[in-house]
Nanobody, 124 residues
Framework: VQLQASGGGLVQPGGSLRLSCAAS????????VGWFRQAPGKEREFVSV????????RYADSVKGRVTISRDFAKNTVFLQMSSLKPEDTAVYYC??????????????????WGQGTQVTVSS
């Protein structure tokens, strides 16, 4: 399975963006697909994850209430809808896939498949 992230861009504070993570080369049935982000000078951090089959979801506290993760079976794609964006949301956003159990789901070391990053810049 390969992942490709897209949808980043420049947006004003308070604005919205929808990121996409398209999968190819296989099925996501046994995977959880997550989003991570890395701001300049900071470590990569967990944002959200969804279980492809079953739909279990988790959000980081920093984005809860402002972000919605979803999946489209027909498009083999996971979406990250972000709203009320803040300058501190500026980062490169990565999607990744894992089969790890929920207890370790926020640990990027357990994600073996990564897409390329997409830049999100929140600035006026």
């Amino acid at each position: 399975v390969q992942l490709q992230a897209s949808g980043g861009g420049l947006v004003q504070p308070g604005g919205s963006l929808r990121l996409s993570c398209a999968a190819s080369g296989g099925t996501l049935n046994s995977y959880k697909v997550g989003w991570f982000r890395q701001a300049p000078g900071k470590e990569r951090e967990f944002v959200s994850v969804i279980q492809w089959s079953g739909g279990g979801i988790r959000y980081a506290d920093s984005v809860k209430g402002r972000v919605t993760i979803s999946r489209d079976f027909a498009k083999n794609t996971v979406f990250l809808q972000m709203s009320s964006l803040k300058p501190e949301d500026t980062a490169v956003y990565y999607c990744a896939a894992t089969r790890v159990v929920w207890g370790s789901i926020e640990n990027q070391e357990y994600y073996g498949i990564w897409g390329q990053g997409t830049q999100v810049t929140v600035s006026s």
